[in-house]
């Protein structure tokens, strides 16, 4: 590592993005929270790591595993029954439940397959995921497919994607 490098955390598109979201929400006097699964936390890392966060973001959750949303964010043994993926609806319902807790003004949530490897569905191929922005006036939901399965890079699209999301939601830009 070269002096230069030391103290860069997040790729500068990343960097960027983040620093728009967070000076948006403030400007606004308004916060976020995180439910997240495929980024590992680099939603919240991302955001984090900007200056000013302190005043926008009310907290995240790493829902990784099926039992860590049964744990914290209002899943029951019933979800697993049918589960096959994420899907749009489960990350909104993910969106929903962390924002009705933590009482942010929204609530981002991503879910997906970062890779190498996964299933034989669309949903859990690598590369795709699904994201949703919960907030006041509702819930917005896409889906994004890299088509690769390279997974750190996945993660950061990931991230991007869940940013871009949220940012066009604050903006009014988002279709709900």
Do not use: C
Request: charge should be neutral; charged fraction near 15%.
């Amino acid at each position: 590592m070269t002096s230069t490098d030391q103290g860069v955390f997040l790729p500068a598109n990343l960097r960027a993005l983040a620093r728009e979201v967070v000076g948006l929400l403030a400007s606004r006097n308004e916060t976020v929270s995180v439910a997240e699964t495929a980024a590992g936390g680099l939603v919240s890392a991302s955001l984090l790591a900007t200056p000013g966060a302190s005043k926008i973001y009310k907290g995240g959750l790493t829902l990784y595993t099926l039992e860590s949303r049964i744990a914290f964010a209002g899943w029951t043994p019933e979800h697993l029954k049918s589960y096959s993926g994420p899907t749009p609806e489960i990350v909104a319902g993910l969106a929903s439940n962390v924002r009705g807790k933590l009482g942010s003004t929204y609530t981002v949530s991503e879910s997906g397959t970062a890779g190498p490897t996964g299933g034989s569905t669309r949903n859990r191929t690598p590369g795709y995921v699904a994201l949703a922005v919960d907030g006041p006036s509702g819930t917005v939901t896409a889906e994004v497919e890299t088509g690769h399965g390279n997974r750190e890079a996945n993660m950061v699209e990931f991230t991007l994607a869940v940013l871009n999301l949220l940012k066009q939601t604050i903006e009014g830009k988002a279709r709900i």
